[in-house]
Nanobody
Framework: QVQLVESGGGLVQAGGSLRLSCAVS????????MAWFRQAPGKEREFVVA????????NYADSVKGRFTISRDNAKNTVYLQMNNLKPEDTAVYHC????????????????WGQGTQVTVSS
């Protein structure tokens, strides 16, 4: 089993930046691809970005490409989401997710979910 715990959410003004973290349990973190999803009130869950186990392959949703950056530190069992130039439409609960495998296409379903962290962007 894998446990994921997100942190770093908060309230920021449009144009600001925020960095989310996801701490992952287990000895085989490097064997799992990681991803971030988000869900806003009244909307379906949306794929944001994924990163492969080695940290070299990434897949970004068009809505965040060029503004968000995913990274991982396998020595710390942690994945990050750096969010720059935030927009009000980025407001959502952001969930960290994990899938066994070295790569993750943006249509893949996670095996494990974190509880989520709220990101609110004011105009």
């Amino acid at each position: 089993q894998v446990q994921l715990v997100e942190s770093g959410g908060g309230l920021v003004q449009a144009g600001g930046s925020l960095r989310l973290s996801c701490a992952v349990s287990g000895r085989t973190f490097r064997l799992y691809s990681m991803a971030w999803f988000r869900q806003a009130p009244g909307k379906e869950r949306e794929f944001v970005v994924a990163i492969g186990g080695s940290g070299t392959s990434t897949n970004y949703a068009d809505s965040v490409k060029g503004r968000f950056t995913i990274s991982r530190d396998n020595a710390k069992n942690t994945v990050y989401l750096q969010m720059n130039n935030l927009k009000p439409e980025d407001t959502a609960v952001y969930h960290c997710a994990s899938r066994y495998g070295r790569t993750w296409a943006n249509a893949d379903e996670p095996d494990y979910w974190g509880q989520g962290t709220q990101v609110t962007v004011s105009s």
